[in-house]
């Protein structure tokens, strides 16, 4: 960690380094958010050996004309609680303003993410250093071959098992109680997919799990959250697998089936085959419509990716025990 010679005012920033499948990344940004982004990412921390691909270049409310819209057309790719992220297609860049909080603008080719952020408040820090930091990252990644999946992984032996869903579906509470009874854990909620020859992997953004009160009341290792604190605007815990659960994340897999889930509010799981073509129609709503080229070559990940390995959906009960003997005979 090292302080970084650029300052604006006020605005003294640290430089943090990561390492994400194979793409160095680089941190610049004030205590308070590198601090988030250092806990999210820990287990990704990297030696700066050398230039970083990516730069994510955080700065305080002195920064005028700092991350500032592009001029020309845009449209809408993503909704978000406080506004919409807006491509500009012809500068190829993505951009969002969320009044007193923050302005983030994203130059994928570039490699180069930069936020204005204002005000006092925790809360801008945490869009920058959760959702929005996310976002951008995942189509920086996009850009260079490793393609986002909105989805928990885990796996047995190094044979994965896809989690893929909207939130709400019950991805983090399925990804919890699988790494409790014994699943080792990679994400539990965005995996990379990466086409090789003859085979895809899946390379998990290995962060925190993301934990409601309700999920926390399920699990015994997680009980004592309910009822706490979580950080500003976010309503959800944020756990850490190693000291939750004792175990360290497993960075990649060969997955071998994706599942769909849903909560079912039943007491049995009901786990049923799909097809590909249904599989993919409802991964396919996650891929931002950004660049063409990029957006197909997204579009084709997944499509081979659902070809490669069986697809199910999984009506998930409230026993989480028979819902784990459920999806270890997908893998059998």
Same mark, same amino acid.
């Given at each position: 960690? =090292? ?5 604006t005012?006020?605005?003294v920033?640290?430089a943090?380094?990561?390492?994400m499948?194979g ?5 610049? +940004?004030a205590?308070?958010v590198a601090a988030?982004i250092?806990?999210?990412? /820990?287990?990704m #921390?990297?030696?700066a050996a050398q230039?970083?691909?990516l730069?994510?270049?955080m ?7 700092? !991350?500032?819209p592009?001029?020309g057309?845009s449209?809408?790719?993503y909704?978000?609680s406080r ?9 190829d860049?993505?951009?969002?303003d ?12 570039a490699?180069?993410v930069?936020f204005?952020?204002?005000g006092?408040?925790?809360?801008a820090n945490?869009l !920058?250093?959760? *959702?929005?930091?996310?976002i951008?990252?995942?189509e920086?990644?996009? #850009?260079?071959?490793?393609f986002?999946l909105?989805?928990g992984c885990?796996a047995?032996?190094? /044979?994965? $098992?896809?989690l893929?869903g909207m939130s709400?579906?019950?991805k ?5 109680a $699988?790494?409790?009874a014994?699943?080792?854990? $990679? ?7 990466v086409r090789?020859?003859?085979?895809v992997?899946?390379v ?7 934990c409601?009160?309700?999920?926390a ?5 997680l /009980? ?8 500003a ?12 659960f004792g ?12 599942v769909?889930p ?5 007491r /049995? &799981?009901v786990?049923?085959?799909?097809s %590909?073509s249904?599989?993919? #129609?409802?991964?396919a *709503? =996650?891929? $931002?419509?950004t660049?063409? +080229? ?6 084709d !990940?997944?499509?081979?990716l ?6 199910y ?9 028979f %819902?784990d003997?459920c999806?270890?005979e997908?893998? &059998?």
């Amino acid at each position: 960690m =090292n302080a970084d010679p650029a300052r604006t005012g006020t605005d003294v920033r640290l430089a943090d380094y990561y390492s994400m499948c194979g793409v160095g990344i680089e941190v610049s +940004a004030a205590d308070e958010v590198a601090a988030l982004i250092r806990t999210r990412l /820990r287990f990704m #921390r990297s030696p700066a050996a050398q230039p970083a691909s990516l730069l994510f270049d955080m700065r305080a409310s002195g920064a005028d004309g700092f !991350a500032v819209p592009p001029d020309g057309p845009s449209r809408p790719v993503y909704d978000m609680s406080r506004g919409q992220l807006m491509y500009f297609e012809g500068q190829d860049q993505l951009f969002i303003d969320y009044p007193g909080y923050l302005r983030m603008l994203c130059s994928p080719t570039a490699g180069l993410v930069q936020f204005a952020l204002f005000g006092e408040g925790a809360a801008a820090n945490v869009l !920058a250093a959760y *959702p929005l930091f996310t976002i951008s990252l995942i189509e920086l990644m996009k #850009r260079r071959g490793r393609f986002p999946l909105h989805a928990g992984c885990v796996a047995k032996q190094g /044979r994965g $098992l896809l989690l893929a869903g909207m939130s709400g579906s019950g991805k983090s509470t399925l990804t919890a109680a $699988l790494v409790a009874a014994g699943w080792d854990f $990679l994400t539990d909620d965005m995996v990379l997919v990466v086409r090789e020859a003859g085979a895809v992997r899946a390379v998990g953004l290995s962060d925190e799990i993301d934990c409601s009160d309700e999920t926390a009341g399920m699990i015994p290792e997680l /009980r004592h959250l309910v009822g706490t604190p979580t950080l500003a605007d976010r309503g959800k815990h944020s756990v850490d697998v190693e000291w939750a659960f004792g175990v360290l994340p497993v960075p990649e897999c060969r997955p071998r089936a994706l599942v769909l889930p849903s909560v079912s509010g039943e007491r /049995r &799981s009901v786990v049923t085959p799909v097809s %590909a073509s249904y599989a993919l #129609r409802e991964l396919a *709503p =996650n891929v $931002l419509l950004t660049q063409p +080229a990029a957006t197909q070559a997204h579009l084709d !990940a997944l499509a081979e990716l659902v070809r490669e390995v069986p697809c199910y959906t999984l009506a998930t009960g409230t026993d989480l025990s028979f %819902a784990d003997r459920c999806l270890q005979e997908i893998l &059998s």
